[in-house]
């Protein structure tokens, strides 16, 4: 079954808009996870800046610190 001119005209239309609707969708979303991103990054230095409060005071204290077995390392941050 062929689709008359309106019809197509019609199609076309509702195929640029849902195109357009899922751009701006993912625009949105880019930006929601640079915000997440810049929140675990001063989540992963306020961590370090902490855990080497932690260990100079465990230090001090002449005590073992209990963080010495975890990793170290925070998982990285994918960046786009």
């Keep these: 079954m062929a689709l008359t001119k309106e019809q197509e005209q019609i199609y076309r239309k509702t195929l640029e808009e849902t195109k357009k609707q899922l751009e701006e969708i993912d625009a949105q979303m880019e930006k929601e ?3 997440i991103r810049e929140k675990l990054a001063e989540l992963q230095l306020t961590k370090k800046n902490l855990r080497q409060v932690y260990e100079a005071t465990a230090k001090l204290l002449g005590i073992e610190s209990e963080l010495e077995e975890e ?3 925070s998982p990285e941050i994918s960046k786009k």
Aim: no cysteine; hydrophobic share 15%; net charge negative.
């Design 33 to 35: 996870l640079q915000k």
């Design 71 to 73: 990793e170290e390392e």
